[in-house]
């Protein structure tokens, strides 16, 4: 990861226009810390700068298809989840009235097996089903405008704020229990997935209430568990998932710094992931574990993907090269689990299995909380391969694991996806797996995975620009408008794009500054020969670090054109195995199927559903001719809103008959059921 933070910091420089004057960090041995001995991973050094800055929640607004997208979600699970499970989104008050105490040792929270065995502390399930729901609902209905909504996610907000204690707790536990824990509980992680839908309502609002109670909230976790003298992670037990979720605090942390600029909060991260690595814990980012080579990753998904930001937060507030190795480790771990579609490995285990896009699925919740970290260290490093990773997650996995005709989402999918009735690609022996199918709820499993699907397409919008200075940068690519601010004058840049259905990218200046900037657009790592004009005439623009940067004073109206080129190649996976790319998309043959209705809800139109193919037949390619051909009729293939996208052929082997066939290819994030690699 050193490297990456050294160009991150080269990057903010460069923008800055004070590259040529400012001494070679090779030279200067780097920050701080670096050039000098460094012996305790987790000592204070002095704090790296972020490459790019994030702009405040709400200052990107979706356009296109991605706005419709995110309507058709408020549409549908997003906006109706309270309605389908009330029993544990609006009867169970967790963070008032039904606070937990100790005595209580049961209560619905979905699929919680031996339910009156389990200690209270495993009860904390349903405020992360919530917050995370809020969370995606009212970042929905911000991002899309939509008044209704608004008014019931403000409505929720009051409430919230209203169960806020004199001393600012926050939370799910009762004076009995909270802070005074020897085993699993969600003190931390509840307050996590509530404070960073609070965070963004204040983003948006400008409400200073709201921040000056999560200020409250957040100086009464650093009192309830005081740093350098409590043990917030501490577990008797070494399995735990509350607990280690938790370690993601840093997530609202990081926010409030950004926000006040005050060093405390960066310190109390740093103390959080030193706590977290030292007790006995069965999770996969330790800081031991990351600098043992032979330890391969084992843990529960989401937690090992969520918790890459946090190691990244603790080594960019700390600045010492110690955390930055331990992260750099870290990633090259992780891009041993990165199947084809940027799914990653875990369902729900890793369980120390490299990716495969048959045998190993991923969890809705891992791609969210993977796609959150990835745009984090995007914004951190600068890097455009956090960019790439992040747009081959979010266009193919997570578009793939949706059933938009219907309004569900899978809780577990593969890449290779033959069966989706329950057990993993129909396998007759895994009898009580049901997380291979498609609900709006899935609470036969947990509910978990439906509010993070409504938080997904917020939080890539959400990282679609960033700035720098004097720069502005377009990070992700699709359609959108940003809206900040230049020097006390207002900025409004709309990029009218297909994206990533074609290669074709417009950004218009709908309201210029004084003076000149930077308009800094990310090149995907698959682009060659991008063209580039702006008003109309051909133009070279100069590249740093793998943006295109044009710089002038703008004026209303300017157009800068980017035609990006897609081609579409065939790639390999980590076993060899071919399938096929266009741009950022991985294309897929899409298998018939016939679907049934398997559970109904009181509320119209919203089922569970199980696939079973119409055919086991399984193409295989060896090197036969591929093509493009011309744009065909805009299609809604998989339901949702209707785009248009190129017909995709391949000369493919039918292993029944031996006859070569030409077979058609569509984004996988289209299909259901399909067959990606060949």
Same mark, same amino acid.
């Given at each position: 990861?050193?490297?990456?933070?050294?160009?991150?910091?080269?990057?903010?420089?460069?923008?800055?226009?004070?590259?040529?004057?400012?001494?070679?960090?090779?030279?200067?041995?780097?920050?701080?810390?670096?050039?000098?001995?460094?012996?305790?991973?987790?000592?204070?050094?002095?704090?790296? /700068?972020?490459?790019?800055?994030?702009?405040?929640?709400?200052?990107?607004?979706?356009?296109?298809?991605?706005?419709?997208?995110?309507?058709?979600?408020?549409?549908?699970?997003?906006?109706?989840?309270?309605?389908?499970?009330?029993?544990?989104?609006?009867?169970?008050?967790?963070?008032?009235?039904?606070?937990?105490?100790?005595?209580?040792?049961?209560?619905?929270?979905?699929?919680?097996?031996?339910?009156?065995?389990?200690?209270?502390?495993?009860?904390?399930?349903?405020?992360?089903?919530?917050?995370?729901?809020?969370?995606?609902?009212?970042?929905?209905?911000?991002?899309?405008?939509?008044?209704?909504?608004?008014?019931?996610?403000?409505?929720?907000? *009051?409430?919230?704020?209203?169960?806020?204690?004199?001393?600012?707790?926050?939370?799910?536990?009762?004076?009995?229990?909270?802070?005074?824990?020897?085993?699993?509980?969600?003190?931390?992680?509840?307050?996590?997935?509530?404070?960073?839908?609070?965070?963004?309502?204040?983003?948006?609002?400008?409400? &200073?209430?709201?921040?000056?109670?999560?200020?409250?909230?957040?100086?009464?976790?650093?009192?309830?568990?005081?740093?350098?003298?409590? *043990?917030?992670?501490?577990?008797?037990?070494?399995?735990?998932?509350?607990?280690?979720?938790?370690?993601?605090?840093?997530?609202?942390?990081?926010?409030?710094?950004?926000?006040?600029?005050? *060093?405390?909060?960066?310190?109390?991260?740093?103390?959080?992931?030193?706590?977290? /690595?030292?007790?006995?814990?069965?999770?996969?980012?330790?800081?031991?574990?990351?600098?043992?080579?032979?330890?391969?990753?084992?843990?529960?998904?989401?937690?090992?993907?969520?918790?890459?930001?946090?190691?990244?937060?603790?080594?960019?507030?700390?600045?010492?090269?110690?955390?930055?190795?331990?992260?750099?480790?870290?990633?090259?771990?992780?891009?041993?689990?990165?199947?084809?579609?940027?799914?990653?490995?875990?369902?729900?285990?890793?369980?120390?299995?490299?990716?495969?896009?048959?045998?190993?699925?991923?969890?809705?919740?891992?791609?969210?909380?993977?796609?959150?970290?990835?745009?984090?260290?995007?914004?951190?490093?600068?890097?455009?391969?956090?960019?790439?990773?992040?747009?081959?997650?979010?266009?193919?996995?997570?578009?793939?694991?949706?059933?938009?005709?219907?309004?569900?989402?899978?809780?577990?999918?593969?890449?290779?996806?033959?069966?989706?009735?329950?057990?993993?690609?129909?396998?007759?022996?895994?009898?009580?797996?049901?997380?291979?199918?498609?609900?709006?709820?899935?609470?036969?499993?947990?509910?978990?995975?439906?509010?993070?699907?409504?938080?997904?397409?917020?939080?890539?919008?959400?990282?679609?620009?960033?700035?720098?200075?004097?720069?502005?940068?377009?990070?992700?690519?699709?359609?959108?408008?940003?809206?900040?601010?230049?020097?006390?004058?207002?900025?409004?840049? /709309?990029?009218?794009?297909?994206?990533?259905?074609?290669?074709?990218?417009?950004?218009?200046?709908?309201?210029?500054?004084?003076?000149?900037?930077?308009?800094?657009?990310?090149?995907?790592?698959?682009?060659?020969?991008?063209?580039?004009?702006?008003?109309?005439?051909?133009?070279?623009?100069?590249?740093?670090?793998?943006?295109?940067?044009?710089?002038?004073?703008?004026?209303?109206?300017?157009?800068?054109?980017?035609?990006?080129?897609?081609?579409?190649?065939?790639?390999?996976?980590?076993?060899?195995?071919?399938?096929?790319?266009?741009?950022?998309?991985?294309?897929?043959? &899409?298998?018939?199927?016939?679907?049934?209705?398997?559970?109904?809800?009181?509320?119209?139109?919203?089922?569970?559903?199980?696939?079973?193919?119409?055919?086991?037949?399984?193409?295989?390619?060896?090197?036969?001719?591929?093509?493009?051909?011309?744009?065909?009729?805009?299609?809604?293939?998989?339901?949702?809103?209707?785009?248009?996208?190129?017909?995709?052929?391949?000369?493919?082997?039918?292993?029944?008959?031996?006859?070569?066939?030409?077979?058609?290819?569509?984004?996988?994030?289209?299909?259901?059921?399909?067959?990606?690699?060949?």
């Amino acid at each position: 990861m050193r490297s990456f933070l050294l160009f991150g910091m080269l990057m903010a420089l460069l923008l800055s226009g004070v590259l040529e004057a400012t001494p070679s960090l090779a030279q200067e041995g780097g920050s701080p810390g670096y050039g000098r001995p460094v012996t305790d991973p987790f000592v204070l050094l002095k704090p790296l /700068s972020p490459a790019w800055e994030p702009l405040p929640f709400s200052s990107v607004r979706p356009t296109g298809w991605l706005k419709v997208q995110i309507q058709e979600n408020l549409a549908g699970f997003t906006g109706h989840l309270d309605s389908l499970c009330p029993v544990l989104v609006v009867k169970d008050d967790i963070y008032g009235k039904d606070r937990l105490t100790r005595k209580v040792h049961k209560k619905e929270v979905g699929a919680l097996t031996d339910n009156d065995a389990a200690l209270v502390q495993y009860l904390w399930w349903n405020s992360e089903t919530q917050s995370n729901w809020w969370d995606g609902f009212l970042r929905s209905a911000i991002l899309v405008g939509d008044s209704d909504a608004l008014a019931k996610a403000e409505a929720y907000v *009051r409430r919230i704020l209203r169960t806020q204690d004199s001393d600012g707790y926050l939370g799910i536990y009762d004076r009995d229990l909270r802070y005074h824990f020897r085993d699993e509980n969600g003190e931390l992680w509840s307050k996590t997935t509530l404070l960073r839908g609070l965070l963004a309502w204040y983003e948006y609002s400008r409400d &200073p209430s709201v921040l000056q109670a999560v200020e409250k909230a957040t100086l009464n976790v650093m009192k309830g568990y005081p740093p350098d003298t409590s *043990r917030p992670f501490y577990s008797i037990h070494p399995n735990v998932g509350g607990l280690s979720h938790g370690l993601v605090f840093t997530d609202v942390l990081e926010t409030l710094y950004r926000l006040t600029g005050k *060093r405390e909060y960066q310190e109390y991260i740093v103390f959080l992931y030193r706590n977290f /690595s030292t007790e006995v814990l069965n999770e996969d980012a330790q800081y031991a574990k990351l600098m043992d080579s032979t330890y391969q990753l084992k843990g529960h998904g989401v937690h090992t993907y969520e918790h890459i930001r946090a190691l990244a937060a603790a080594a960019y507030a700390s600045g010492n090269p110690m955390l930055d190795n331990a992260l750099d480790q870290f990633l090259v771990k992780v891009s041993r689990e990165i199947n084809p579609s940027g799914g990653p490995a875990g369902d729900e285990w890793i369980g120390g299995r490299p990716a495969d896009p048959t045998l190993t699925g991923y969890e809705y919740c891992s791609l969210q909380e993977l796609l959150h970290s990835y745009t984090d260290l995007l914004a951190k490093t600068g890097h455009k391969e956090w960019g790439d990773k992040t747009e081959r997650l979010f266009f193919n996995a997570a578009q793939g694991a949706v059933d938009a005709q219907h309004r569900c989402i899978a809780y577990l999918k593969t890449d290779n996806s033959y069966y989706m009735t329950g057990p993993q690609n129909g396998d007759s022996t895994q009898h009580h797996q049901t997380r291979y199918s498609y609900s709006p709820v899935h609470q036969d499993a947990a509910v978990c995975c439906v509010p993070n699907a409504g938080r997904i397409a917020p939080y890539y919008v959400a990282s679609m620009w960033m700035k720098n200075g004097d720069a502005l940068a377009a990070t992700l690519l699709g359609p959108s408008t940003v809206r900040t601010v230049y020097k006390g004058d207002s900025v409004c840049i /709309s990029e009218h794009t297909e994206y990533p259905y074609g290669g074709r990218v417009d950004f218009v200046v709908d309201k210029a500054p004084g003076g000149s900037f930077s308009l800094c657009i990310r090149m995907p790592e698959w682009v060659t020969r991008p063209v580039i004009s702006v008003n109309g005439r051909p133009d070279t623009i100069e590249d740093r670090f793998a943006f295109m940067v044009v710089r002038r004073v703008w004026t209303k109206g300017d157009i800068v054109r980017l035609d990006l080129d897609p081609k579409m190649e065939v790639t390999h996976d980590r076993k060899g195995q071919p399938y096929f790319t266009y741009g950022p998309l991985v294309l897929a043959h &899409p298998i018939p199927s016939t679907f049934t209705v398997t559970k109904n809800y009181p509320l119209a139109g919203f089922h569970d559903y199980a696939y079973r193919p119409d055919s086991l037949l399984r193409y295989v390619y060896k090197g036969g001719a591929y093509g493009v051909f011309p744009w065909a009729k805009e299609t809604a293939i998989n339901g949702g809103s209707a785009q248009r996208f190129p017909e995709f052929q391949a000369l493919m082997t039918d292993p029944v008959s031996g006859r070569d066939e030409q077979v058609s290819l569509v984004p996988m994030g289209k299909t259901i059921l399909r067959q990606v690699t060949f």
